[in-house]
């Protein structure tokens, strides 16, 4: 058998870009059956002072060992487990998934006319062995009027993502400047990816 990873997300965008590597992976998720223990709101749960670097790398090794445990609660195949998280800050303020529109609308007028960080990262796992990275990028949003703004969150785009916007869809005609990695921005950074898979002998 070819080898392969087990993506733990359930991210449509990280599968694409694991894709684009064309590394096969296998999907390694929770169910409502066996995994009630697992408790992700508490994983991303934010502590007091905790900076966004330090936070984003937590909340990944969070998923990740809940992962490994339920790859071995299920009794699956050996092969290396990916895990990524994916946080905005405008400073040291962290800046999640929207809760409803109004939220939506409240975190895009921060981002608009304003430089933020994009934190992307990565942790691996690979029988006892541990490789993490993490990918920091800048994004710079043009000034965005409320009639625009009312019009991304009817998108729809904004929800379920970190800082209330999607790099790879409609923001993107907001966004006028980034530095740093593209991919790492939409979820998963590839060339640190293909670093940690390297490493593991992997031949990217």
């Known amino acids: 058998m070819a080898p392969f990873i087990y ?18 992976h296998e999907l390694l ?3 409502a059956a066996g995994d009630i223990a697992e408790d992700a709101e508490a994983i991303e749960a934010e502590r007091p002072g905790e900076a966004p670097r330090d936070y984003v790398q937590r909340v990944t090794a969070g998923k990740l060992d809940a992962a490994v445990a339920r790859h071995a609660r299920r009794g699956l195949a050996d092969a290396p487990i990916l895990c990524s998280d994916t ?21 895009l007028r921060l981002l608009s006319g304003a430089e933020h960080e994009v934190l992307t990262a990565i942790a691996l796992q690979s029988g006892a062995r541990r490789l993490q990275a993490l990918s920091v990028s800048t994004v710079r949003f043009a000034p965005m009027s409320e009639a625009q703004i009312d019009a991304y969150v009817a998108s729809g785009e904004p929800m379920g993502k970190a800082g209330a916007y999607g790099i790879q869809g409609l923001a993107a005609a907001h966004i006028a400047e980034i530095r740093g990695s593209y ?8 060339y640190e990816t293909a670093q940690l898979l390297r490493q593991l002998g992997w031949p990217l």
């Open 29 to 31: 998720l929770p169910n």
């Open 183 to 190: 991919s790492a921005i939409m979820g998963l950074p590839v």
């Open 87 to 107: 946080t905005v800050a405008l400073g040291m303020q962290i800046l999640g998934k929207p809760v409803d529109a109004a939220d939506a609308r409240r975190i």
């Open 7 to 24: 993506l733990a997300s359930q991210s449509p965008r990280r599968r694409q870009l694991l894709e684009q590597l064309g590394v096969e």
